[in-house]
């Protein structure tokens, strides 16, 4: 805990119960881990640390007091809590766990400007309370659990940065774009008028880089407008948001490399383009193309 710069407290009467477990998932910059500690247990984040984290705390069991900037807020069923890259202090009850997705200053910064189209000229805070049970945070929570899922799948390639780059683009997009914030208001404001011009070029940029590990920065850089702009661009003229069109179109290169795929397997095909679950993979093929993987790649070898 010390080499992560935590202060972790743990009263002697406690001392029995302590059970600690940490599971960590490193994203390109961001991690989600799952973390225990059996007791009842403090932890310190200090306000000068080497890591400048936003950090958002989902619940898994029982619950935990989180005290920031912003005051204290409880991390319980139905509720998680974001903070800032401040010192915070976290209470944990005995027998709780949590989930804690943690993001970089800078990669936030970076995401939220490219949403922007502009730098972002005063400090980034979100609203402490998430809630779990609107729209919004039952949407992060359900993409949350799809990472985690991919993660724990066996074999699954989670250095493929395709993948990670893909789930970490899904998680602070979603998060900037729902959670209230000092940006909430220019995030939902549109920058110019719908102009089918730069949905071409943010789709002719797509196409090119399927193979790479692309970012709606890219994206929008490529586009012209604003992140937010593109994004609303994307919903009038394709009716889905840039990054589901990117995985449409990997769908698609997918089938085309299968049809003519020589001396590669299926699993080596899929996974060049970013899909690790080949499980998920298979059934979302299916219902695309009405047939599986495997029935277009032995129908190429029946040619």
Known sequence: MAAKEFGLELPPREAKEFDFLSNVAYLPGSYLGYI??????????????????????????????????????????????????????????????RLTFSVTRATMVRQ?????????????EFAPILDLEAPAGRQLARRVALVLEDFNEPGAPVSNPLLLNTYEQLLITGLLMSQPSTYSDMLQRLGTKAAPGSVKRAIDFIEAHLHLPVTLADISAASGVPGRTL??????????????????????????????????????????????????????????FGETPSQTYRRRRER
């Open 36 to 97: 225990r500690y059996g007791a009842a247990a403090t932890i310190r984040v200090p306000d000068v640390r080497a890591r400048d984290d936003y950090w958002i705390h989902l619940p898994v069991r029982g619950a935990s007091q989180i005290t920031n900037s912003a005051g204290s807020a409880v991390c319980k069923a139905g509720q998680a809590i974001c903070s800032s890259p401040v010192g915070h202090l976290t209470q944990s009850q005995t027998a709780s766990s």
């Open 112 to 124: 939220l400007e490219a949403l922007l189209g502009e730098a972002a000229g005063r400090t980034l």
């Open 231 to 288: 994004l609303q661009h994307f919903k009038d003229h394709r009716g889905m948001s840039p990054m589901r069109y990117l995985r449409d179109a990997r769908f698609a290169r997918v089938r085309d490399a299968l049809m003519r795929a020589e001396g590669r397997s299926i699993t080596q095909v899929a996974s060049e383009f970013g899909f690790a679950h080949l499980g998920r993979f298979a059934v979302d093929y299916r219902e695309r």
